[in-house]
């Protein structure tokens, strides 16, 4: 089975500074990895994603993450928050055998102060 | 705009009425899948076609819930006997096949059931 936890169910931070949102993962084979964000009324809107390769992983609007096989983690980071970054992010995880399917942990939403 | 789009966007239901829903995906994806998603929680995934083969069923996936994609293009999914616990955001996503490489899902806005 797969699965993906968020530990954090809100994040704050000032704008400006550096974020980061946490995600650890379980899954059977080689992990492929994704990150998502949620505005109101919205669909889930696709931020990055790693396959294999460099750990490090850029994406849309200036977002990164970092994936660590050792600890099974792919925390998503931005160095410089914006108020407009505000909203819900979504870690997903499949497997490179099996189930084709996204498993998704429950979310944590970013909230960035001015 | 090309994206995923689903129909309608809202639907109020009554208790044990059937409801269903429609998804179109980018034209060119021909993998569709459904997910729901309830407050506070992730998306939780329900089915899977490529083309018009259902390849894939979760268990949440009830004798209640039937999707078909009869032509590989536009999918629907029917919930019949609706029941409260159905109340949901149902979102439709797709993704194009690649050889060797993995495309990631693409999201539609999704359609908010409200069973009362």
């Known amino acids: 089975a797969q699965s993906v936890a968020q530990p954090e169910d809100q994040v704050n931070v000032a704008e400006g500074n550096p974020l980061t949102v946490k995600c650890t993962y379980s899954v059977s084979g080689n992990p492929y990895l994704f990150w998502y964000v949620q505005y109101p009324n919205r669909g889930l809107q696709f931020l990055l994603k790693?396959?294999?390769?460099?750990?490090l992983v850029k994406g849309s609007y200036g977002f990164e993450a970092e994936f660590n096989k050792s600890q099974t983690s792919f925390h998503l980071k931005k160095p410089s928050a914006l108020v407009s970054d505000s909203a819900l992010y979504f870690c997903?995880?499949?497997?490179?055998?099996?189930?084709?399917?996204?498993?998704f942990g429950s979310g944590t939403r970013l909230q960035v102060q001015p | 705009d090309t994206g995923v789009s689903q129909d309608p966007r809202h639907k109020i239901t009554k208790r044990g009425q059937n409801v269903t829903f429609r998804c179109d995906p980018i034209s060119e994806h021909n993998r569709l899948y459904w997910y729901r998603q309830t407050l506070g929680q992730g998306p939780e995934f329900l089915t899977y076609f490529q083309n018009e083969a259902q390849l894939e069923k979760s268990r949440l996936l009830s004798d209640r819930f039937s999707a078909e994609r009869p032509k590989g293009s536009f999918s629907t999914l029917e919930i019949q006997r609706t029941e409260q616990g159905d109340s949901a955001m149902y979102l439709c996503a797709s993704s194009y096949p690649s050889q060797g490489l993995l495309y990631e899902q693409y999201f539609g806005p999704g359609t908010r059931l409200t069973v009362t």
């Open positions: 997903a995880v499949r497997g490179d055998t099996g189930r084709r399917a996204l498993t």
């Open positions: 790693y396959i294999t390769g460099d750990n």
